[in-house]
């Protein structure tokens, strides 16, 4: 997974292609080669693989944002009677699910896990403010507010203060 996305290969790989235009399952296989991107193609099924992934059925599914994921199911070799694709498929669907509600329940941990003094300083600084600003509108120093920020980052798992404040809007923290 390190090397398909250190890569990029995820822009390229047939069956990703192919799970934007596809709502039932399909075998990897069956995903057809682009034109002018072929050897590319052939280069990221050919290193799959080698690394055992020599077969493989996808299902894309459509998740109720309407936003667009798929699971795959993929080893030396995937031997998937037609009668039970359907089965699989809602095995997915049930899967895809319930990593949707998994992550929306570690956004709300998050959420839960930010004091109302972090919450406060990510609201000004998503205005724009400086540290400076920041500290006189909350009656602290600069350190304090930077503390609050750090701390705010490191739960939400973000990298930097623009990211800190990209994930605040996505859990619901700020608006």
Known sequence: MERYLQKGYVFDDPVIRRIHGELSAFRWRDAPLSLGIESRQRLIMNEARDFGLRDGLAVPIVLTDGSLGSVSFGGSH????????????L?????????????????????????????????????????????????????????????????????????????????????
């Open 91 to 175: 095995i997915a669907i049930y899967a895809m699910g319930r990593a949707v509600q998994l992550r929306t329940e570690a956004e709300i941990g998050a959420r839960a896990r930010l004091t109302p003094r972090e919450v406060d300083a990510l609201r000004w600084a998503a205005e724009g403010k400086t540290l400076s600003q920041i500290g006189t509108c909350l009656g602290i120093s600069d350190r304090t507010v930077e503390h609050h920020l750090k701390s705010a980052a490191v739960k939400l798992g973000a990298a930097n203060r623009a990211h800190t404040i990209a994930e605040a809007f996505r859990a619901g923290l700020i608006t």
């Open 78 to 89: 995937v031997d998937v009677p037609p009668e039970a694709v359907g089965a699989i498929n």
